[in-house]
């Protein structure tokens, strides 16, 4: 790296005057109508009005509006009046000139886009508590009005990103949390999809920068590799293309690290089973009478005609968009190396729109083309504005961000058939959108090959196998585990069916039982079994004897003033007396325990911590400090959505923080863990975590339907890298399906 303190003035000058000359050229380089005179004067304006001011980093202040300019024309599309509203973005915030002078020396419009962006200028970092939140607001009610505003701050927002390594720690941690709670959202919403990973890359390399770095190992240790299988991959296919006479071209991309973590994360799955490392793009640039559909649909024969393709792995944005505008054929394929490569097909157009989005979208919008799902966004966005009437601008920013995501989830079957379902639906409301019949047998589901119970929420993109079981009957609770009103219509109607049955089958269990002992059916006899049961009224009684929620062979022993039966259906073990463990953890371990490692790095911390009852984070973890109102640091895990949220909210009195466990304090924590039924499955567990001796185990909680069971185990444990042993360990047994921390 140059160190910018160093340099003469001269040197600062000749790299300003280079910096501007190269903007100039990417401004050349467009199809926009050439406006040097205006360029040339904005820049001059502002480099005057920043003259002398410095950066953290020691590089002239101009540099930072001259990079946001050059992101406004190379990443984003747009033209002079926001080129000059970019280099002058923070002369009204920074120095003594006002936006009169502004609307004097240039026009109104670049003044009132310059008046947008010093309105939501990250300047604020008072004692207001949600000054933060409160610019955001500002900066999406500028949307309807010149949604160039907000292209331009997230320009503005890329830079500082991109140069945060001069920044503190703390400063750091408040910036990527308002990064990934709006920005990176914000960008994916309005398609501009290279600045949303990127933005999402850096935060996660700020954040969690010791995972960060190693991945950045292990892709660049791989990278050679993919290179050559790149090579030989579109061999053959760049043959065919070129004999069809395609104008064309072939691109690689490899995964970011972030990106390889989340698929690491909710895959579950290690660095090296990450298959689509590489991907391949080929964007084809269609002649004027030419159908770009037709074509990527050609060229995707053409690739599959050499290359076997995954059989589940097609996608066709063509025909159904994504809802941000997203156009595309992915298809995954047998590379010559035995491994997958998914490859995304694509006219120039496609990828314009979803480098680009916004900018390109209109460039390409046709007088009579209908009204497209980002414009509806739009206007939405703007009616909320318009209705509602917030309270405060954190709730604002949480309805708002509800909006940022999009309504609809596209979910695939075994097949590979394309279903559109309303966002937030589960695998029951999917079994039920398949079939009524499919719906009330449904046990559970298989997404991308991993068992998820029928409450799991489908994100996009998932493949879903419904599993079903005959002797399978809908159930009660049901009605909060789908979201769509369909599914809830269909199981209501299935339910007041089954229920006459189910409470006709109780009420015979019942009587059968209570005869059974000589006992006549009255009031008396029903009185018993219903106080048995702590159950109030007899309908409710025959219900859950009717589901087969409650045994009746319990019953004959009540009158007969025998002893209590064991009737549930969880089991529930205790272990051991932990009691005096959990007090450790609920109560302030700094105040009593001096030997605590909680490791404030640049502030002075308050009197004592708290561990945040949202994330439970443990030592290991990857935490952050909360500085309460009291001076009490509360410790969240860095990835937990509240932290988060304080991040972006109250970024001032976030710390950086970093915990390492020295074994004395143990913390309660839970993992889930899933699969299919088996005898003697408790034992293994239970030995499994016996065996380990940093791990105690508090309760376990096991319920299990149709052969597919969901359970919870709380336990003790020092640090995160005890959990991770232990859910390795616990992996070994064969009917275990998945093993997680939830907390
Ligand atoms: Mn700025």
Request: charged fraction near 25%; hydrophobic fraction near 35%.
């Amino acid at each position: 790296m140059i160190d910018y303190h160093n340099l003469t003035p001269e040197q600062e000058e000749e790299m300003i005057q280079s910096e501007f000359k190269a903007l100039l050229r990417d401004y050349a380089a467009t199809a926009h109508k050439q406006k040097i005179e205006i360029i040339t004067k904005a820049f001059e304006f502002a480099n005057k009005a920043h003259g002398g001011v410095k950066r953290r980093s020691g590089e002239p202040y101009i540099m930072h509006p001259l990079a946001v300019a050059r992101i406004v024309v190379n990443e984003i599309g747009l033209g002079s009046t926001s080129i000059c509203a970019a280099l002058l973005h923070d002369v009204v915030e920074d120095t003594d000139y006002t936006v009169e002078d502004i609307a004097n020396e240039f026009n109104p419009k670049i003044a009132s886009i310059v008046a947008g962006l010093t309105k939501i200028s990250g300047g604020i970092f008072g004692e207001g508590a949600s000054a933060q939140a409160e610019n955001f607001r500002k900066l999406i009610l500028t949307i309807p009005e010149d949604v160039r505003v907000i292209l331009i701050k997230m320009a503005d927002r890329l830079h500082n990103m991109r140069t945060l390594g001069s920044m503190p720690p703390a400063k750091q941690l408040k910036i990527t949390g308002e990064t990934q709670y709006i920005y990176a959202p914000l960008a994916q919403r309005l398609g501009f999809f290279l600045i949303k990973t990127e933005l999402e890359n850096l935060s996660f390399k700020y954040e969690q920068p010791s995972i960060y770095s190693k991945l950045e190992r292990q892709i660049m240790q791989v990278t050679p590799m993919l290179e050559d299988a790149f090579r030989i991959f579109i061999q053959p296919i760049t043959k065919i293309l070129d004999s069809y006479g395609y104008d064309y071209e072939i691109v690689k991309r490899i995964k970011s690290p972030y990106s390889v973590f989340k698929k690491m994360q909710t895959k579950h799955i290690t660095f090296e089973e990450v298959y689509d490392l590489l991907a391949v793009r080929i964007i084809l640039k269609p002649k004027p009478n030419e159908n770009e559909k037709a074509n990527c649909w050609v060229t995707y024969s053409a690739i599959t005609s050499i290359y076997t393709p995954h059989p589940d792995r097609t996608r066709d944005w063509i025909n159904t968009p994504k809802s941000n505008g997203y156009e595309a054929l992915h298809v995954t394929v047998m590379g010559p190396g035995g491994n997958w490569i998914e490859v995304q097909i694509r006219s120039q157009r496609m990828n314009d729109i979803a480098e680009k989005g916004l900018a390109a979208h209109w460039k390409y919008k046709t007088g009579e083309q209908e009204e497209s799902d980002l414009d509806k966004w739009f206007k939405s966005i703007k009616e909320m504005l318009d209705t509602s009437d917030f309270t405060n601008a954190v709730e604002f920013m949480d309805t708002f961000k509800l909006n940022l995501y999009s309504t609809e989830i596209f979910v695939f079957t075994p097949k590979g058939d394309i279903r559109k379902m309303p966002a937030k639906s589960t695998a029951l409301d999917f079994a039920f959108h398949l079939h009524s019949d499919i719906g009330s047998h449904c046990i559970g589901a298989k997404v991308d090959h991993r068992l998820v119970p029928i409450s799991y929420e489908l994100q996009s993109g998932d493949q879903v196998e419904i599993l079903t079981s005959k002797s399978q009957k809908p159930q009660m609770e049901w009605l909060d585990f789908c979201t769509t009103g369909k599914a809830k219509a269909q199981l209501r109607t299935i339910l007041k069916k089954e229920l006459k049955a189910i409470i006709k089958r109780g009420q015979d269990a019942v009587e059968e039982a209570i005869n059974s002992v000589g006992q006549p059916v009255n009031n008396q006899t029903l009185q018993v079994v219903l106080d048995h049961f702590k159950i109030t009224n007899s309908a409710n009684l025959y219900s859950a004897i009717g589901n087969g929620k409650i045994d009746t062979s319990v019953i004959p022993s009540l009158f007969l003033n025998k002893t209590k039966n064991k009737w549930m259906r969880i089991w529930k073990l205790q272990f051991g007396s932990n009691d005096n463990k959990k007090e450790e953890t609920t109560s302030q371990p700094t105040q009593h325990n001096p030997k605590k490692t909680l490791h404030i790095t640049d502030a002075d911390v308050g009197s004592g911590y708290k561990i945040a009852d949202c994330c439970q984070p443990i030592p290991g973890d990857n935490v952050l400090g909360f500085i309460e109102t009291g001076g009490d640091v509360i410790v969240h895990k860095r990835d937990c959505p509240v932290a988060q949220k304080l991040q972006a909210s109250y970024g001032n009195r976030i710390l950086s923080a970093n915990w390492e466990t020295q074994k004395v304090l143990s913390f309660l924590t839970t993992i889930e863990i899933s699969g299919v039924d088996q005898t003697g499955l408790l034992k293994q567990i239970v030995q499994v975590i016996s065996d380990d001796y940093a791990i105690n185990i508090k309760n376990i909680n096991i319920d299990t339907t149709n052969g597919v069971f969901l359970g919870t185990l709380d336990i003790y444990v020092y640090s995160a890298d005890d959990i991770n042993n232990l859910c390795k360990n616990l992996l070994k047994i064969k009917a275990l399906k998945s093993v997680k921390r939830i907390k």
